[in-house]
DNA sequence: CGTAAACGGTAAACAGTGTAAACTGCCCAC
DNA sequence: GTGGGCAGTTTACACTGTTTACCGTTTACG
C-alpha cells in the first residue's frame, strides 16, 4: 500500500518553481525569444546557475518544456475533437489530425522543439518522457475507438516482423495500450503508419521543404490524410469525412 | 551573346576560399564538432570576422554547407542507383531510397541540417538554393523515367486543386520539370506524394519518435516504400522491387 | 530545544558563441 | 606609380552554457 505522504513545504516550493520554470520557458517561446537557461531566470527574478538546482542541463530544461507543450498542444487537440460527437471518432480524429498540422504551422518553434528533437543520445530521461507522451496517447486512444466501431484489419502477431512484434508487445512508444489484449497488438502496427503519415506530412509543410501554395491549400495534407481512410476501414465514409475535413481546415483558414 | 569573361587572379581565389570554407565546414560535421564560424576560420589559419566577407552571416554559412551536403548525398544517392541497370529505374529508385535512409540514419546531424534547416524566415538566398537542390532534381528524374516505362495514370491539370496547379506549372521546389510539358505536369503531382512518403519516414526515423527496433529492422521504412509502388504503376513487379529493397538494406546492415 | 546537514540561491569566472567597427597591408587597375 | 578596393586582423560587445566557491535559510534529528 502506498505511503501516500503529504507534501512538505519544500517540496511543495520546489514543484511550484519547477511550474513557473516550464510556465515562463513556454512565454518566452510563444513571444519568438529564444529559450536560454539566462532568459528564463531573469524573468524569474533568478540568476542562470540557479537553475542547475532543478535542470541538470539546458538540454534537460528543453525536454522538460517540450513535454509540457506536448500536453498543452494535446489539449488544443482534444478541445477540436469533442466539437464532434464521442460517438464519431472518426469524425474526431480527422478534427485532431487538423488541429495538429494547424498547431504545427502556427507555432513551428514549438512542434520543432517537441517533435524534431533528436532523442536517441541520451537515452536518459527523455525517452522515459517520451514514453508518457500525451499526444501519443490521445491518438492511439482515438484510433482504438475507431476499431471498436470500424473493426478494420490489422496484422496477427505472426505476420508481424519479429522486432515490430517486440516493439507492439512492449512499446516504448507513446501509446495507451495497456487494454488492448497482446493478440491484438498488431493494433499499434497501423497506428504507427497512420503516424507516420500524418507526421510525415506534417513536418515537410512544417520545415518548408514543400512549394508553399501547396501548404497554404492543404492539398498534399488532405490528399495524406484520405489515402489512410481505407487503412481503417473508413473508405465507406470517404465522401462524409472528406467534408468534415475541409470544414476542419476552413476554421482556420487564413 | 553572354560575356565569357575569364575569371580575373582576385575571382580564382576568392572561389577558392569559398571551396575551402565549405570543405572544412564538411569535415567539421563529419567529426561530429560543431559548425561555428570561428572553428571553420581556426581551421582555415583566418579568423572568424573574416568569413563575413563571403557570408553575411552564420546562417547563410549554415545554408551554404547545407547545400553541399546535399550535392555530396546526392552522388551517394546516384552511386547506389547505378549499380542497377539504366533500364531499370524502379530498381534504381529503390537503391536511391535506401541509400537516401541510410544516409539520414548514419549522418542525423547533416541530415537535420539540410532537410530540417526551416526556410521561410529569410525568403532570400536559401529559397533559391533549395531550387537548384540536387537531390530533388535526381529524384524527379528518376521518377520521370519510371513513368516513360509505365505510363502510370497521374492527374490532369485540371483535376488538381488551382494552388497545386500553379505549383506544378511554374515549381519554386526542387524538380527537374523543364522538360515535361505543361499539360503533363500533373506528374509533380505524384513525385510531391511520393517525396512526402519517403521524407516523412525517413524524418520519424531519424528523430527517433518511433520505436527503436521499428528502425532497426527497417519494416516502417519498407511498409511505407511498398505502399507507394501501386502509385507508380510498379504494382505488378511488387515482387521483384521487394528482394531488390531487402538486398539494398542488407547492404548497410550493422 | 540546539545543532548540523541539506537546500536554494548568488557572485565570479571560464570558455564558448555571433557580430560590428576600426584599422592595416597588399594587389590590381588605371 | 598611385589610389582604391579587397582580405584580413584586432578589439570589443553582448550573448550563450557551465563550474566553482560561498552564504543564508530551512529542515530534520539527537
Known amino acids: 500500500m502506498p505511503q501516500l505522504r503529504v507534501p512538505t513545504r519544500r517540496e511543495r516550493r ?21 529559450l536560454s537557461l539566462r532568459a528564463v531566470a531573469s524573468r ?31 489539449e488544443d487537440f482534444r478541445a477540436a475533437a469533442e466539437r464532434h460527437p464521442e460517438d464519431d471518432p472518426a469524425a474526431r480524429v480527422t478534427a485532431a489530425a487538423v488541429a495538429f498540422r494547424h498547431w504545427a504551422l502556427s507555432r513551428p518553434r514549438e512542434f ?52 515490430v512484434r517486440d516493439a507492439v508487445l ?15 497488438r498488431g493494433l499499434l502496427w497501423v497506428y504507427m503508419r497512420c503516424w507516420s503519415s500524418l507526421y510525415g506530412v506534417v513536418t515537410l509543410e512544417c520545415t518548408g521543404h514543400c512549394d ?12 495524406t490524410l484520405i489515402d489512410e481512410l481505407p487503412r481503417l476501414g473508413l473508405a465507406g465514409q470517404r465522401d462524409r469525412l472528406v467534408k468534415i475535413l475541409d470544414e476542419e481546415l476552413s476554421r482556420h483558414a487564413t
Request: aromatic share 10%; proline share 8%; glycine share 4%.
Open 14 to 34: 520546489r514543484e511550484a518553481t519547477y511550474d513557473e520554470i516550464v510556465k515562463v520557458s513556454a512565454e518566452l517561446l510563444a513571444e519568438d525569444a529564444d
Open 44 to 74: 524569474m527574478g533568478m540568476t542562470a546557475p540557479a537553475l542547475y538546482r532543478y535542470v541538470a542541463s539546458a538540454q534537460e530544461l528543453v525536454d522538460l518544456v517540450a513535454f509540457e507543450l506536448d500536453k498543452g498542444a494535446t
Open 112 to 163: 520543432h522543439l517537441v517533435f524534431h528533437n533528436p532523442i536517441s543520445a541520451g537515452e536518459s530521461e527523455r525517452r522515459e518522457l517520451l514514453t508518457l507522451s500525451t499526444s501519443g496517447h490521445f491518438f492511439t486512444d482515438l484510433l482504438w475507438q475507431i476499431w471498436e466501431q470500424t473493426r478494420f484489419p490489422f496484422p496477427s502477431l505472426d505476420e508481424l516482423a519479429p522486432a
Open 170 to 184: 512492449d512499446p516504448l512508444i507513446p501509446a495507451k495500450s495497456e487494454h488492448i489484449p497482446p493478440e491484438d
Open 212 to 223: 508553399p501554395r501547396v501548404i497554404e491549400s492543404a492539398a498534399l495534407f488532405k490528399a
